[in-house]
């Protein structure tokens, strides 16, 4: 397969539009450049073509491995061809998935907003309104409930992880999931469904968390070591960009694909690059604040957890640990059970 | 300590704490300790790095300890692992 950089490309894209908007005769007359690098004879064939190379671009993580571009690029990239790639069920064997979000964002203060869609653990979007300065020119990312259903009834894990600023300096890595967020404008179509101003966002898709799989599905111990082994791999990469993750808890490492091979660790809204040159220990060493462990299971509790005043890196690395406090004190499924009723919004209070 | 007793002779029933020595604990259960103990070790600067090579050769060595167990390569006595 052909691989196309992402400059010719927007080449493509521009003398493409160029040709539609300034010659009426479009249909008969084809940029002969593209039509010889395409090998094509019509302009249907040649959108179709067009098309069908932009998709396979995006959404063939083979392509930005040895290349990836910038956020901007991608953005640019996409914005024009993006609307014809919706998620549908054809979609449902890509490695990435498309999500519209909603046009009208919601401005409002308040805590960190948590849907449950099917009440499934990982069916959970999560969206931080007062983080304006994550959210960049996406005041708040409000997903449209019918693509969640969509994304449910595709099998796919609809873990939506919003957009971080961060995310644009961390270096490109397989085993980070990119996040794509753009917003593409266009002219309001009379047949067609769609808005005119589209929000859209495009995610890896990625297996189950960590979390869900080690209280789920039953796994062998040593498979959880494997896991623990790999998540420390994990944090000591990203650490050494200087990026703190800051909730790197084992429900936001996941696997890649299924429910074995590589993980993966989403979830970077609470992610910061540690700058070296501030003095953290100057403000106690608190440099974000976590909620504090009600978790009465844990047989190892330091003194900076239980004061929520986190050390950076070493946070991290002890929450992600964690999964091996699991595996050594949970072992029934009725305190498991328990542990989760405790845990559940609705249902902590209920009694057996 | 009564959990990972339980764990490593998990016919027995109820320990009392005091009852457990290190020299009696599974070097698997030590491990576990090693990582949780190097994972929340304390440290005055709060940007210092925690030690990533010592966690992650322990989990190495679960690994490796739990598959010699298991393919019977080992003389120590197997223990149930959930």
């Known amino acids: 397969m052909v691989c196309f950089s992402p400059s010719y490309l927007s080449y493509m894209r521009i003398s493409h539009s160029f040709f539609l908007v300034t010659v009426g005769l479009a249909s008969i007359l084809i940029d002969p450049m593209e039509r010889t690098l395409l090998g094509v004879n019509s302009q249907a064939e040649l959108e179709i073509e067009i098309d069908k190379r932009v998709t396979d671009t995006i959404l063939n993580p083979s392509h930005r491995v040895h290349s990836q571009p910038s956020w901007y690029k991608w953005s640019t990239l ?11 069920e054809s979609y449902k064997g890509n490695e990435k998935v498309l999500v519209h979000l909603s046009e009208n964002p919601i401005h409002r203060a308040g805590p960190t907003g948590v849907f449950s869609i099917n009440e499934m653990p990982d069916t959970v979007i999560k969206y931080h309104l007062y983080c304006k300065s994550d959210l960049d ?21 609809p873990r939506v992880h919003y957009y971080s600023d961060y995310m644009q300096r961390i270096p490109h890595h397989p085993l980070i999931p990119q996040l794509l967020v753009g917003k593409v404008k266009r002219r309001k179509c009379r047949r067609s469904h769609q808005p005119a101003n589209i929000r859209f966002m495009i995610m890896d898709k990625v297996g189950i968390s960590v979390g869900s799989w080690a209280r789920y599905h039953n796994p062998t111990f040593i498979n959880v070591m494997r896991a623990g082994a790999q998540m420390i791999v994990l944090l000591k990469k990203l650490h050494s960009w200087n990026v703190l993750h800051g909730d790197a808890h084992w429900g936001n490492f996941a696997f890649k694909s299924g429910k074995t091979g590589d993980l993966v660790l989403l979830d970077f809204g609470r992610s910061r690059i540690i700058n070296e040159a501030v003095d953290y220990a100057a403000n106690g060493g608190k440099i ?30 002890y929450r992600a640990v964690q999964i091996a406090q699991w595996q050594f004190t949970a072992l029934d499924s009725e ?8 845990r559940h919004p609705h249902k902590r209070n209920i009694k057996k | 300590m009564i959990l990972t007793e339980a764990l490593v002779y998990p016919n027995k029933g109820h320990y009392d704490a005091g ?39 322990a989990f190495r060595e679960i690994i490796l300890l739990l598959d010699r167990r298991l393919t019977g390569k080992s003389d120590e006595i197997i223990f149930r692992i959930v």
């Open chain 2, 19 to 57: 009852d457990v020595h290190a020299d009696k604990l599974d070097p698997v259960i030590m491990l576990l300790y090693k990582i949780s103990a190097a994972a929340a070790k304390e440290n005055s600067n709060p940007l210092a790095k925690p030690e990533y090579d010592v966690i992650i050769d």
């Open chain 1, 335 to 342: 305190s498991i059970y328990s542990q989760w009723l405790k």
């Open chain 1, 137 to 157: 020119y996406l005041d708040a990312i409000v997903l449209e409930s019918f693509f969640m259903e969509k994304l449910a009834r595709a099998g796919i894990c």
């Open chain 1, 78 to 88: 996409t914005q024009e061809y993006i609307p014809k790639c919706l998620i549908d």
């Open chain 1, 288 to 317: 974000q604040r976590f909620c504090k462990n009600v978790d009465n299971l844990h047989i190892f509790n330091s003194k900076w957890e239980m004061k929520s005043c986190n050390p950076a890196f070493r946070d991290d690395v």
